[in-house]
């Protein structure tokens, strides 16, 4: 995956105040400051953004999410993030790391997966899956080139079609991670449209990434236009005053209506993927809906 690419879907990256200045001006909150009351809408976070705290820390850094109110945890698959960071994970075993999520309080049923490795360690990226404990592998786009024809995406769905095939046998659901490069049109055609009309419903489920709301595109839109077709999303929020992504419950998306037409679109996992700063307050915001 391209990490400038990311960054520019998920906004500036903090990761370099470094770690160590990171947690320092977090609040220590102890087991008596969570809140007792399962949380309606329970979440989960991606952990691509803090990636730099996560390698130097991992049972640390999980461990503080989850004080900060948060159940789940997206995983990206060390070896196919290597370029990105995650370098010091790829020894780690998936059952250690699987333990390591489960004794820091969390559950993990999804990790993100770059296309290639998907397409050419199919069978070791199923077994880590696994072993990981996974229900969920979400192939984190395409990236494709700028110049891609219409005809170069489809071809790329119906790879990841035949990819959906092998990972279901295996028992996994294999989903699709869209960026604002998939809500682009070509000859008039919006991509991400056509992906969905690409892709075979029962084989390949999509992961909404919220953020495209500040281009405009809204996730319950297509969760009601879709019914079924989403497996997970990525929270974030987006101020249309001050034209930058804010904290959930800060920003333009309506959130009642957004997990109201979730069920519709099939949605069963949600996670916040925005700088480490926003962490605390999504949370707060999600855990207190009612």
Known sequence: MSTLNRRQFIGKSVLGLGSAALLTQLPLIGSADIPSR??????????????????????????????????????CSPPGYISSGFEPLVKMKPEDMRKIITDAGLTCASSHFTFGELKDNLSERIEFAQKLGLTQMIASSFWLPKGATMSDWHKACDQLNEIGLKTKKAGLQLGFHNHHSEFEKIDGKLIYDELLKEFDPELIKMQFQVAVISIGYKASSYFMKYPGRFISAHLADWSTSENKQVSVGKGVVDWTEFYNAAKTGGVKNFYVEMDMDKFKESAEFVNAMK
């Open 38 to 75: 399962k949380p309606k809408h329970p979440v989960g976070f991606q952990v691509y953004t803090i990636r730099e705290m996560l390698v130097k820390d991992f049972p640390g850094t999980l461990k503080m999410m989850a004080k900060l109110g948060y159940k789940g945890v997206e995983m």
